[in-house]
């Protein structure tokens, strides 16, 4: 999410402090001065564009974070899966690596496995169970 400075009335990322001038998703007239110092996204929206919302009184829910490029794995992983942990292709979001994951379990055991998110392009990208 994104806040506005007391200090100089810049937008800022909550995360590192750095302006949001790199990337500004605001809707039109958006940020309204004086309608709130908090960022919210118009999810009703094709462009999920951002409005300013007041958060002094109630703090707002964040929708997602994603981890900074130049913390992936740049190669494929030696040990196996931890529980609880994602599993992140090598380069994301440009990945160049094939990689397999093997899960080994001790006999008579059943292994869960839930995926949330999978992002392929066709014809190149694809997961295989067996």
Known sequence: GAFQSKEDNNWKWIDDNTNVSNYNNFAGV?????????????????MAEWINEDCDNQKLPFI????????LP???PIDAPI??????APGFPIPNIPCEYIILVEANYVVKLEILALEANPNVDFLEIY
């Open 64 to 71: 997602c974070r994603r981890y900074g490029y130049s913390t």
């Open 74 to 76: 740049t190669e494929c």
């Open 83 to 88: 529980e609880g942990k994602d599993i992140i």
């Open 30 to 46: 958006f940020p309204i001065p004086g309608g709130g110092n908090c960022t919210a996204m118009l999810t009703e929206s094709p």
